[in-house]
């Protein structure tokens, strides 16, 4: 599965690898490829393996708040 | 002695830490203190062992200029 998140916050390339280390540790999530200055990350993952809330917490843990 | 250097692009916390650590990784550098919102860095060093053109290469180092 693919999806994008909308990401709010990130302001540097630190933001942009906490956001993507985040969420490529999540078990099930293959690849996060974050655009700094749209603040989009397309995450492909598998559905079986991870949510979407899971998601979303991941990144809010690091401190960005997703749309 | 003391200093303040003038850093330009630090945009967060990480930037913040990324300067901080940089400055207070070089021998001779006791503490380093970055005001964020003025770019504002006090840094208190032991002139024998480290020089201003130390620091700043440290922090240029990270990607930002020093003024």
Chains 1, 2 share one sequence.
Request: with cysteine; glycine share 10%.
């Amino acid at each position: 599965m693919k999806t994008t998140l909308e990401v709010k916050g990130m302001t540097c390339g630190h933001c942009q690898s906490s956001v993507k280390g985040a969420l490529e540790g999540l078990a099930g999530v293959q690849n996060a490829e974050v655009d700094l200055a749209t603040g989009k990350v397309d995450v492909s993952y598998d559905e079986s393996q991870v949510t979407l809330t899971d998601m979303r917490e991941a990144v809010e843990e690091q401190g960005y708040d997703v749309a």
